[in-house]
T-cell receptor, first 115, second 111 residues
Framework: GAVVSQHPSWVICKSGTSVKIECRSL??????MFWYRQFPKQSLMLMAT?????????EQGVEKDKFLINHASLTLSTLTVTSAHPEDSSFYIC???????????FGPGTRLTVT | GDSVTQMEGPVTLSEEAFLTINCTYT??????LFWYVQYPGEGLQLLLK?????DKGSNKGFEATYRKETTSFHLEKGSVQVSDSAVYFC??????????FGAGTRLFVKA
């Protein structure tokens, strides 16, 4: 149990376009979902935390108008990178929590390349 | 604020060697502690966890003990394999679901 999927696993888009990444909890209801960004050979940087039905809480320095997060249901959260630029190229990872044990279940990640 | 410090890598070992990756933390309250592993090109997987002092988490031959007196959660394995080559992240959660990750330690195991 506790499987999280992400789609797509990799995506290439042109500069100026938008791309949507989906994060789904497949066999549990996620009270909270998280979005991270990981640069090569570096740790995870938390971008935002979202609860179902409410606005996401963004970390300092993360542009909320550029990285749109929607958490429409207890099993689905989406991250939309708007007007993508090459510097947005990165590995984006989502995770989900189902209860108050603080354990997070991670998706496999989405590699975004902006050309 | 809360933080996690883990030893810098990369760590290179021969197969069957003993592994220790040090991790210390700073937190208010009583955090839960985790080790996550990331294989090349993949997301993170929970390796083990401990939720209170003196708890020992273990999985796949890896162990870590929650030491409140030294604020540490060192990862150990008695005999590493080539398949253990990955990046290991120490992490803590202390309320609000927010997880703080260490910088990660890359492990290379040579046959």
């Amino acid at each position: 149990g506790a499987v999280v999927s992400q789609h797509p696993s990799w995506v290439i888009c042109k500069s100026g376009t938008s791309v949507k990444i989906e994060c789904r909890s497949l066999d549990f209801q996620a009270t909270t979902m998280f979005w991270y960004r990981q640069f090569p050979k570096q740790s995870l940087m938390l971008m935002a935390t979202s609860n179902e039905g409410s606005k996401a809480t963004y970390e300092q320095g993360v542009e909320k108008d550029k990285f749109l997060i929607n958490h429409a249901s207890l099993t689905l959260s989406t991250l939309t990178v708007t007007s993508a630029h090459p510097e947005d190229s990165s590995f984006y990872i989502c995770s989900a929590s189902k209860d108050r044990t603080y354990e997070q279940y991670f998706g496999p990640g989405t590699r975004l390349t902006v050309t | 604020g809360d933080s996690v410090t883990q030893m810098e890598g990369p760590v290179t070992l021969s197969e069957e060697a003993f592994l220790t990756i040090n991790c210390t933390y700073t937190a208010t309250g009583y955090p839960s502690l985790f080790w996550y592993v990331q294989y090349p090109g993949e997301g993170l997987q929970l390796l083990l966890k401990a939720t209170k002092a003196d708890d020992k988490g273990s999985n796949k031959g890896f162990e870590a003990t929650y030491r409140k007196e030294t604020t540490s959660f060192h990862l150990e394995k008695g005999s590493v394999q080539v398949s253990d080559s990955a990046v290991y992240f120490c992490a803590l959660s202390a309320g609000g679901f927010k997880t703080i990750f260490g910088a990660g330690t890359r492990l290379f195991v040579k046959a």
